[in-house]
T-cell receptor
């Protein structure tokens, strides 16, 4: 069983829709990360959270430690949000353990 | 501007050749990491270094080697022993810390293709 599971794998939305991407993990963690990878391959960190909820612009990340589950929400989605969204949790070596990613495509 | 640079962006290698991927950071981070990304799979850890002159194997270190002679630099050599080296390679850095409790900053990546 993978330590980090994301769903859905692929997601197509119309501009303006509310989007939710889910992440479940099976290990104890100190923090959970949400990352964004654009078509060129570069990765940027969106959120790092260990409890509750964080918001940045139209992006909201929540985490439920007891249920080992996190969600990333995008409000009022836009074509420029099209990217791969990756959930990751801390590994024992200081590294991150990554999910396989969710490919989001927002159509105008 | 602070950040991480990787070079080259694209690299082509003939079978049997060693190649070295560059990773430099000016963020004054102690920790640096190399990850490999294959289609349909999550990033996997190749090597990591928490401090200068020290590094540790990750989950898929076979066929790779690294050095950490300077804080800013963490080059990765893909040797001929790596049986399937075609992949996208990402370098990352963070402040020292364990358990993934530090934000990681990523370079733009190097896409390696073996001909």
């Amino acid at each position: 069983k993978n330590e980090v599971e994301q769903s859905p794998q692929n997601l197509t939305a119309q501009e303006g829709e509310f989007i939710t991407i889910n992440c479940s993990y099976s290990v104890g963690i100190s923090a959970l990360h949400w990352l964004q990878q654009h078509p060129g391959g570069g990765i940027v960190s969106l959120f790092m959270l260990s409890s509750g909820k964080k918001k940045h612009g139209r992006l909201i990340a929540t985490i439920n430690i007891q249920e080992k589950h996190s969600s990333l929400h995008i409000t009022a989605s836009h074509p420029r949000d099209s990217a791969v969204y990756i959930c990751a949790v801390g590994g024992s070596q200081g590294n991150l353990i990554f999910g396989k990613g969710t490919k989001l495509s927002v159509k105008p | 501007d602070g950040g991480i640079t990787q070079s080259p962006k694209y690299l082509f290698r003939k079978e049997g050749q060693n190649v070295t991927l560059s990773c430099e950071q000016n963020l004054n981070h102690d920790a640096m990491y190399w990850y490999r990304q294959d289609p349909g799979q999550g990033l996997r850890l190749i090597y990591y270094s928490q401090i200068v002159n020290d590094f540790q194997k990750g989950d898929i270190a076979e066929g790779y080697s690294v050095s950490r002679e300077k804080k800013e630099s963490f080059p990765l050599t893909v040797t001929s022993a790596q049986k399937n080296p075609t992949a996208f390679y990402l370098c990352a850095s963070s402040r020292a810390g364990t358990g993934g409790s530090r934000e990681q900053f990523f370079g733009p990546g190097t896409r390696l293709t073996v001909l």
